[in-house]
């Protein structure tokens, strides 16, 4: 393992992500190979890429964990963190678009915009993440850039600015037109070692390109006023002054720029490079809101220390902390404040990670991401800052799960090991939850799909040693209140000695969808002495794991501790836990709970032949079919389906079309269930 001293070249924090399959990491490997990172092309299908080193992610083809690796090009460090693609994984896109500067997105040159990419693109607007589009795969048959570049400004509603155009199409696909410089950048040879030659742009494109062109700079000039008044006085613009006009639109999330390639050809890459460093924003061009404080640069070295925890990964060293520094500088041996858990944690070392390699650092600073051993209870989304200059910065938000699985363990020597091991799971995934079923006996493991789960157990058997027992995958329903009630509670034990003695009024009042449990105190007079405050929300959530109807967690409901009591020497914070979460449980048991069903938005990729079969098929499952588009020679359903009527449908898709649609899906919102699906449960 190499030690080094922090470096002080230009920096630029990035992601590369895409919707699964899009090609995003073939294009990381190719990445890695021209900066020198990497001297031989990893191969996805032959499980031999580099920033695919999980073992299961090289024995599914897929990637299943984000992965940092610093490189460098041209003089500029390069942070870039590959994602990825698959829905069950997207927290992992989630919390590092969180912590990111900037994002390459990588978009199939045949599908175009795909769910994923939608998903992505949200999250990518929600953190104000400058992006660059990287139309992939041109290489193959249907594929059409300027489709592509259609599709993302009607179904993303973004301004999409191609900065190239394709020289060739399907499999004499070559090379790109430049349009700032009016140049071809043509790729003679597949071999990645071989150069692009530059030359001129081929005449049947000229007309082609000068229209692309004139529309390129009448779009950027308006980013500097004195630029569009030259411009408007006829006056030529120069190249760099289009490419500074260009890096200002990006930064402002003006527009997008989009580039041609193709990575498995090792077509277009070193192009993609020079963009990001042309046009994506260095650390100190970003000021966002929730980092922005007392108007001080969020990048600014000198500050007091403030950072966010954004991933927790534990090997065979031990816990890595992932960080990105947003102020001062952080060193080992360092003592800082976890905000969230009101704690001090010590530094041990601080590491610049390469994939699975790692090189320590002496330092850290504003602007680095990097991880850090050392930290005990730190988790995603906690800010880590100088304990003499405290602020909070905003955390990264987890969806609920959507499916269940119950596991047990096989033998008595796994018990003890079971918990452990998902303790563990569990501070790396935030999307994945546990609870324990009394009735049954059994540990439930929830989580945001049924490839995740498998991954997650997989992973208690390899990396922990556990084997377990596997139920069934079931929907992970859940509850909520009919309507507001006002419940009274005093808890009182006396039995010798020192007793307990707690009361609450509380209300509990219904939400709208995806509010979760939310807390107010309005307790006056020193009713209930503030230190037990905590212990009544303690109480309540506790309660909340576990619904009426049928033990799911209760969700999107108010609770608003109006009055109470307490006595001198027998109240305590666990006598008021104890009161709110029986006072939670009587006002479940009134408040005319529902049960809430978890809907998946669908898509559905089907020959023409099969679509009356395939609508068909979406009705009786209770779905709604919102609309159809045609993409290339196939016809491209959009429908909403309940979760629990998706399972075994790729089968009945397959049957349907011969095999030749596909399909896939996310969660999109919890419905009310109808009351026969709730009689089915309760069952």
């Known amino acids: 393992m190499n030690s080094r001293q922090t470096t002080h070249k230009p920096l630029r924090n990035l992601g590369v992500i895409a919707h699964v399959d899009a090609g995003k990491t073939t294009t990381t490997e190719r990445i890695l190979f021209y900066t020198g990172e990497s001297h031989r092309i990893g191969d996805v299908n032959d499980g031999t890429t580099r920033m695919d080193f999980d073992p299961q992610e090289r024995r599914r083809g897929i990637t299943i964990n984000s992965a940092a690796v610093s490189v460098q090009w041209k003089g500029t460090q390069l942070n870039l963190i590959d994602t990825p693609g698959h829905i069950d994984f997207n927290i992992e896109v989630n919390r590092s678009l969180r912590v990111l500067d900037g994002a390459v997105v990588v978009f199939d040159g045949v599908a175009g915009v795909e769910p994923q990419t939608e998903s992505n693109w949200r999250l990518a607007d929600k953190y104000g993440v400058p992006r660059i589009a990287f139309i992939n795969k041109l290489d193959r048959v249907g594929a059409d850039f300027l489709r592509v570049v259609a599709m993302m400004e009607e179904r993303l509603g973004a301004t999409v600015l191609p900065l190239q155009?394709?020289?060739?199409?399907?499999?004499?696909?070559?090379?790109?037109?430049?349009?700032?410089?009016?140049?071809?950048l043509v790729w003679e040879r597949d071999d990645a070692s071989a150069p692009y030659v530059e030359s001129d742009v081929p005449a049947a494109m000229l007309d082609q390109a000068r229209a692309h062109r004139a529309r390129l700079i009448e779009t950027v000039v308006e980013q500097d006023d004195a630029v569009l008044a030259a411009w408007l006085d006829g006056q030529p613009i120069d190249d760099a002054t289009l490419r500074r006009c260009v890096r200002r639109g990006v930064l402002s999330g003006a527009f997008v720029p989009a580039l041609a390639g193709s990575a498995f050809r090792n077509r277009g890459v070193e192009p993609l490079l020079d963009a990001v460093v042309d046009y994506l924003p260095a650390p100190e061009d970003i000021r966002r809101a929730d980092?922005?404080?007392?108007?001080k640069s969020?990048?600014?070295?000198?500050?007091?220390?403030?950072?966010?925890?954004?991933?927790v990964a534990a090997d065979g060293h031990g816990t890595m902390v992932f960080v990105r520094v947003y102020r001062g500088r952080l060193r080992r041996g360092d003592a800082v404040l976890d905000v969230n858990t009101g704690r001090m944690e010590r530094v041990g070392r601080l590491y610049e990670v390469h994939a699975e390699d790692r090189v320590e650092r002496d330092e850290l600073r504003a602007g680095d991401i990097a991880a850090v051993i050392g930290l005990k209870e730190t988790l995603t989304g906690h800010t880590l800052c100088d304990p003499a200059s405290p602020l909070h910065l905003e955390e990264i938000s987890v969806p609920e799960p959507v499916i269940d699985v119950a596991i047990e363990p096989k033998t008595r020597d796994d018990v003890a090991q079971l918990s452990k091991a998902l303790q563990s799971m569990l501070r790396e995934d935030p999307s994945l939850r546990m609870r324990f079923d009394g009735e049954t006996g059994q540990t439930i493991l929830s989580g945001m799909g049924e490839l995740q789960l498998e991954v997650s157990i997989e992973k208690l058997r390899a990396r922990h040693g556990v084997e377990v027992q596997v139920g069934r995958p079931q929907v992970a329903y859940r509850e909520t209140l009919g309507r507001a009630v006002d419940v009274h509670h005093v808890h009182k034990k006396q039995s010798g000695g020192p007793g307990q003695f707690a009361e609450v009024v509380l209300r509990f009042e219904p939400l709208p969808r995806g509010e979760g449990v939310r807390f107010e105190s309005r307790v006056v007079g020193g009713a209930i002495p503030r230190e037990f405050i905590p212990a009544v929300e303690s109480g309540i959530r506790r309660a909340a794991l576990s619904g009426v109807i049928a033990g799911f967690p209760c969700v999107d409901f108010q609770v608003t501790l109006l009055d109470g009591g307490f006595h001198e020497r027998d109240s305590s914070a666990m006598a008021f836990e104890l009161a709110a979460a029986n006072a939670t449980r009587e006002a479940f048991a009134k408040a005319d709970v529902q049960l809430l069903e978890p809907v998946m938005a669908v898509e559905v990729v089907t020959p023409a032949e099969s679509l009356g079969d395939c609508i068909g098929d979406l009705n009786r499952r209770r779905g709604l079919v919102r609309g159809q588009e045609l993409r290339g020679t196939a016809i491209v359903v959009d429908a909403q389906v309940p979760l629990s009527e998706m399972f075994g449908y790729i089968g009945n898709l397959r049957a349907l079309s011969s095999g030749r649609a596909s399909f896939s899906m996310q969660f999109e919102r919890h419905e009310l269930a109808p009351r026969k699906v709730r009689d089915a449960v309760v069952q």
């Open 165 to 184: 155009l394709p020289i060739g199409a399907e499999g004499d696909f070559r090379g790109v037109v430049d349009l700032i410089a009016m140049k071809a």
């Open 291 to 295: 980092i922005d404080v007392a108007e």
């Open 298 to 311: 969020p990048s600014d070295p000198d500050g007091p220390f403030a950072a966010l925890a954004f991933k």
